[in-house]
């Protein structure tokens, strides 16, 4: 998959702390973890890679992700649309759901999709008062708009979206 100029790992050089990612997969195509079975009775997990089973996926640290978590929820509130959030950041919020170890990244609803494009669209250009809550040395606006891009690439290309904890 290409997208001219975008960039999907804003997670590298932060390894050994939690990762976020938002996977895309063409519908149709099967959404499965590259598990094996041990000799312990268990499971032995290994990350995909890029394209790997027609997957892709934007990652980045979970310190980027809980600042836009943060403005996310915060202008939702201010405005009084935190009933028209996504499930996924209001799991997060509460630490429920997908953010605690789920087997199975989290789909994410067209319809919570485009709320979610909507908001990183105004964050992104520091309109409507999200430059006080994204005030912090990590905020990377870069990642912001990489991942409004990836998230338009598969919204545009009728694609799922996930999101796990990694």
Excluded at 96 to 115: D, K, N, Q, R, Y
Excluded at 121 to 148: A, F, P, Q, W
């Amino acid at each position: 998959m290409k997208i001219k100029g975008l960039k999907v790992d804003y997670y590298s050089g932060y390894e050994g702390e939690p990762e976020i990612r938002f996977y895309i997969k063409p519908k149709g195509v099967d959404f499965h973890l590259d598990r094996q079975q041990n000799g312990l009775g268990g499971y032995n997990h290994r990350q995909i890679g890029q394209g790997e089973y027609g997957i892709y996926f934007f990652s980045l640290w979970d310190g980027y992700f809980h600042r836009i978590a943060h403005a996310l929820r915060e202008r939702a509130y201010r405005t009084s649309v935190y009933f028209k959030a996504p499930k996924f950041l209001k799991d997060w919020n509460q630490a429920i759901g997908w953010c605690w170890g789920s087997l199975m990244p989290e789909l994410i609803p067209p319809a919570e999709i485009t709320w979610l494009l909507n908001e990183l669209s105004i964050m992104h250009n520091e309109k409507e008062g999200y430059s006080k809550e994204l005030e912090s040395e990590v905020t990377n606006y870069n990642c912001i708009r990489d991942l409004m891009l990836f998230l338009e690439f598969a919204e545009r290309e009728n694609m799922e979206i996930r999101i796990s904890l990694e």
